[in-house]
Nanobody, 126 residues
Framework: QVQLVESGGGSVQPGGSLMLSCTTS????????MGWFRQAPGSSREGVAS???????GYAHSVKGRFTISKDNAKNTLYLQMNSLKPEDTAMYYC????????????????????WGQGTQVTVSS
């Protein structure tokens, strides 16, 4: 079982920035495919960004150019830097991970990730 613990959510004004963190095990951060999803009230979960074992990143069209996914193996932590935030970015954000050997598209799909964190809330409002 892999534990994923998100932090860094909060409230911010439009145009502001937040950085989400997801702390996990050393083995997961080094060898699992990982990513971020979000779910707004009344909406289905949406894949936001992914990073594979080799560090290749992918983004949803709605966040490309504003969000950056990265990981720090020394700190066992996955990050999501979010800039130029908009009210429509308001959602619960979830960290995900998976170690199966399969092809995944750049924009993450729920079916491709086994392990999910509890989520951290991001609210963008003036």
């Amino acid at each position: 079982q892999v534990q994923l613990v998100e932090s860094g959510g909060g409230s911010v004004q439009p145009g502001g920035s937040l950085m989400l963190s997801c702390t996990t095990s050393q083995s997961a951060i080094r060898s699992y495919a990982m990513g971020w999803f979000r779910q707004a009230p009344g909406s289905s979960r949406e894949g936001v960004a992914s990073v594979d074992r080799d560090g290749r990143a992918g983004y949803a069209h709605s966040v490309k150019g504003r969000f950056t996914i990265s990981k720090d193996n020394a700190k066992n932590t996955l990050y999501l830097q979010m800039n130029s935030l908009k009210p429509e970015d308001t959602a619960m954000y979830y960290c995900v991970a998976d170690n199966r050997q399969l092809w995944r598209p750049p924009v993450p799909r729920e079916v491709d990730y086994t392990y999910w964190g509890q989520g951290t809330q991001v609210t963008v409002s003036s």
